[in-house]
């Protein structure tokens, strides 16, 4: 469907999108056929050990696009990305898969692991049981939770289908009150996004507002509108086990000289 189709919010457009585009995967490709397609998958790789080790552990995404700013990276190699960022030093990728708004494909998240040795998670909008098998069918190794867009019961038993699998989900909040549904849930890994899902606005105080909150159990990644290796150290300092960062690479003429920056301190920032 169109991006225009309704007045609502950016949000509730790519949900309906996606919520037709599942019904329609379903009746083509039925939970038991992917089922076997698990069976077949590559062996896991543990996506939670990559971001609790010591340093700036930085997930870093593979992103085409985005309703906020279009097109970021045109052309696109996700197998040439994959390997550049590995080699700059990222901990572990996330490949967004959702067509219509970020134009990304499981074809790119597949490619990209195929290419190297970290573990990947599937970036996109999951809220039917089905879709975790199929993120465990392509390859990946977690898969992305939105708080907002679950309720309750439907989180928990996505949480519990995750790990049934093998997949330790990143479990996506804004709010003290959805980080309170998450923790309720079970969530282990808890991503705090410093941008807005519905108005698309950033603020990286949310990060340093939610970090006290965060139990020390669970593994805690910031997420959006990090673009220095001082943003890095202060979030590092305050809590957090790892950072998500996906525009900004992507913008970059070089991601990889782009990753290292945000790994190491410049002269001027020691």
Known sequence: ???????????????????????HRKRVLPETALKYGVKAATPLRKFSAA????????IAELKPASPSRGVIRDPFDPIALAQSLEAAGASALSVLTE???FRGSLKNLRDARKAIQLPVLRK?????????????????DSFLLIVAVLEDDLLRDLIALGRELGMEPLVEVH??????????AGA????VNNRDLKTLTTRAE???ELIGRIPDHCIAVSESGLRTNDDLV???AAGFDAFLIGTHLMLSPDPAAALTALLIATPEAK
Request: cysteine-free; charged content about 30%; hydrophobic content about 45%.
């Open 1 to 23: 469907m169109s991006a225009q189709a309704n007045t609502g919010t950016v949000l509730d457009r790519i949900l309906e999108a996606r919520r037709a585009e599942v019904d």
């Open 51 to 58: 971001l609790e080790r010591d340093g700036l552990n930085i």
């Open 99 to 101: 067509a219509e708004f």
């Open 124 to 140: 996109d909008f999951i809220f039917d049981p089905w879709q975790v098998w199929e993120t465990r069918a392509n390859d990946a």
């Open 175 to 184: 709010t003290k009150a959805e980080l309170d549904r998450a923790l309720a």
């Open 188 to 191: 282990r890994i808890i991503g």
């Open 206 to 208: 949310t990060s340093f």
């Open 234 to 236: 202060k979030l590092r």
